[in-house]
């Protein structure tokens, strides 16, 4: 989805808000309040550090060493913590499993919370109205907007996001991986299958 | 407050559309906001709920015709203004016109580059938590004009308290300014039938984070 | 279902502004829309539900956008279009490109001077109605993807009966082509605390007029 | 409020609107689905000869006649078609009674239904977003952007028009009228007093 503004009345319509935010970073500059080269840092390690690999490496780590599971089940914040892949966890990370019998999925409702340590920033579709509002009440019309189509009588189970507790999902290990290294079941962990709207790759989906 | 942001149930907003390879963001200014409100936020100008509460107040059709970096900047441009830390005037000429309101810390190159943690929400518990796992409860039905963090969808519904959290700050009155107050907080679990009625999907479980406050013994 | 449209209660949209000496009509084409629109129910080609539904059915950052006859015209377009009276092509060119899809009968002047009467929306009962005046009841909590008359705030609430106003058409039945299946019309009235909570103002009393199938004994 | 239409991206706003709605027009007669003589004839119904005089003939001879108040209350259908004036009234109308313990407010809350064979055309506050979404919530904050201050004891019933049945406030004669005539109590009555949001004027309110 490109960013389009619509709230603006005639033409040019990114270059409004461009030179908005401009004038906005020049004022609070000028007052002392923020430094340029530490929101050049700031972006820079959204764009550069901060992503889904960081999660899809915390699941694969709960795929092949069941203590860590189990820690992270329990104490999702200080298992990633002691993992130490990630330079900083913020507190009220909470991961939730995947089984046979329940599916989990992560929304947020009323503004789009995120768990932005191990997962980076959103994607534009978990911040949107069409995704926000029919999550908590059709999540198997969401689910087939992704091309997911789960047993008709596996629980789903949506947690919206509603204070800053921040949810993980742990998408079950898919069959044929016995024996992988964390970092090629790392492969197969997708974003969205961390999100709950999708599911981890199988072993014929990735490049050997 | 009931803003078009609590749009949990709402329909007609059409389908989910996934975006191939996006990037982590679709124009520069998208991330300076961003950052100026991480570096806002670290110096301590306002707390996450202010900011949430900003954008809240956005009339309907403007929130909805924002993208939501967009939003980002009409919040934070609000609780510039409102709260001193630029005037109008500076605003509209695009310059600081005076001198600054003191801040707590500035944010550093430095700072970032060690890792900068979300800030914990844990607070000194007031007392001991009213429920325990497993305990049936109801959720209150109130409609403050105000910040809160209990969706409509889910006000006078019978749950099931799955975890407990801890102590938080709370938001309802951090965003008005009338401090931490902090509240036992836990997942609280609800039926779908109970939320959508009869016709709803019979495998769905929704839960939502509560606060003790929402919350009464069902 | 649950579009923008069901606004009662929601927060955000400002105060009320009354322009004085309003005209009927502020721009010509909005006479021209509201004519369209009664020539085309008067000649049957669509129900007033069916007009209502397509309304709703707009993305809500358009409903919003949109001026009430904007609205209207988008809704009869698609009305239009959804039964057949004209084709996409013919809507592109602007211009009739084959012949008409028959309607009962055509909106002359000799009728419009005469007088037009709103439809009568009485239908003969079909079994002696469930509720009388000073029954308590409770509305059903359903969230229907389809039109529906029982708005949010209204759903799963404590009332009373007040008034009965006979069988009416369904409104529920018939924005989805089920026909009319007529049903009983109540006026029920809630305290305004059962609706919006203990903080409300504790004078208020709201009514809406609900159909039989909304509604259970209290 | 002018009309703007927003949902268009581009300059010349109204005239794509209008463009739209002439090619609309065009092709409805061509079909044979409409007459313009008989849109011209609707169009000029609604500038001329419908409106809230109507209404408030209806209220004053309520305020004067004690039977066709009764009437009023117990079928407005049936007491306004014999009152002549108006040439067709459509099924379904009701009349309430506004009295010290109690005040009516109407409002649609779902679209903006409106008593229009005795009220004319809806105004545009009443069929706007603010109206429909605060009437049932906040009447009181409502009554005071019309400037309308009620007792605090005063029962506000509001009204919201779910189905069919459109709703015509019967608010309270003004004192200082005895005597009057039906005609002159006519113009006490605005159209705000017959939706709710407002109250009758005051004898020395309008000239003599």
């Known amino acids: 989805m490109a960013d389009h503004d619509h709230a603006t009345d005639h033409g040019s319509e990114l270059s409004e808000t461009q030179l908005r935010v401009r004038a906005l970073e020049t004022i609070l500059t000028e007052k002392g309040y923020v430094d340029p080269a530490a929101l050049d840092a700031i972006v820079e390690t959204y764009e550069t550090k901060i992503g889904p690999r960081n999660g899809a490496i915390v699941v694969a780590t709960a795929w092949t060493d069941p203590a860590f599971k189990q820690a992270l089940l329990a104490d999702a914040t200080k298992a990633v913590a002691q993992l130490g892949h990630i330079s900083r966890v913020g507190d009220h990370l909470v991961a939730v499993e995947n089984t046979p019998q329940r599916h989990n999925m992560i929304v947020c409702t009323l503004c789009s919370c995120y768990p932005w340590e191990v997962l980076g920033l959103p994607p534009v579709w978990y911040k949107s109205a069409p995704y926000r509002s029919r999550a908590v009440k059709d999540p198997r019309g969401v689910l087939a907007d992704f091309n997911v189509q789960l047993p008709k009588e596996t629980e789903i189970r949506v947690w919206d996001s509603t204070a800053e507790t921040r949810f993980l999902v742990l998408p079950m290990r898919p069959a044929g991986t016995e024996g992988w290294s964390k970092e090629r079941l790392a492969d197969l962990v997708t974003r969205d299958s961390m999100i709950g709207t999708g599911l981890p790759r199988k072993p014929g989906e990735i490049a050997q | ?218």
Chains 1, 4 share one sequence.
């Not at chain 2, 191939?20 to 950052?35: D, Q, T």
């Not at chain 2, 430095?110 to 796992?133: D, N, W």
């Not at chain 2, 931490?180 to 039926?191: I, S």
Request: a neutral charge.
């Open chain 2, 1 to 218: 407050m009931n803003g078009i942001h609590d749009m949990g149930g709402m329909d007609g907003f059409g389908k989910v559309e996934a975006e191939l390879n996006e990037p982590p963001f679709h124009e520069s200014w998208e991330g300076r906001v961003l950052a100026m409100q991480r570096a806002m936020g670290y110096a301590g100008a306002w707390q996450i709920d202010h900011g949430r509460f900003a954008q809240e107040a956005l009339p309907p059709q403007v929130y909805l015709a924002s993208s939501y970096y967009r939003r980002w900047l009409l919040g934070m441009e609000s609780n510039l203004l409102e709260r001193g830390y630029v005037a109008p005037d500076e605003m509209a000429a695009g310059h600081a016109l005076r001198p600054a309101k003191p801040l707590n810390r500035k944010l550093t190159t430095e700072v970032v580059q060690k890792g900068m943690a979300r800030s914990s929400f844990y607070r000194q518990q007031q007392g001991p938590a009213r429920f325990k796992p497993g305990d049936r409860v109801r959720t209150k039905n109130f409609h403050p004009q105000t910040h809160t963090r209990l969706p409509r969808y889910a006000r006078g519904k019978p749950g099931m308290i799955e975890l407990i959290h801890g102590c938080h700050a709370y938001p309802d009155s951090v965003a008005v300014g009338q401090g931490d107050n902090p509240q036992w907080l836990y997942t609280v679990v609800f039926d779908g039938r109970d939320i959508w009625g009869p016709d709803a999907d019979r495998t769905l479980k929704i839960s939502i984070d509560a606060f003790e406050p929402y919350l009464e013994p069902a």
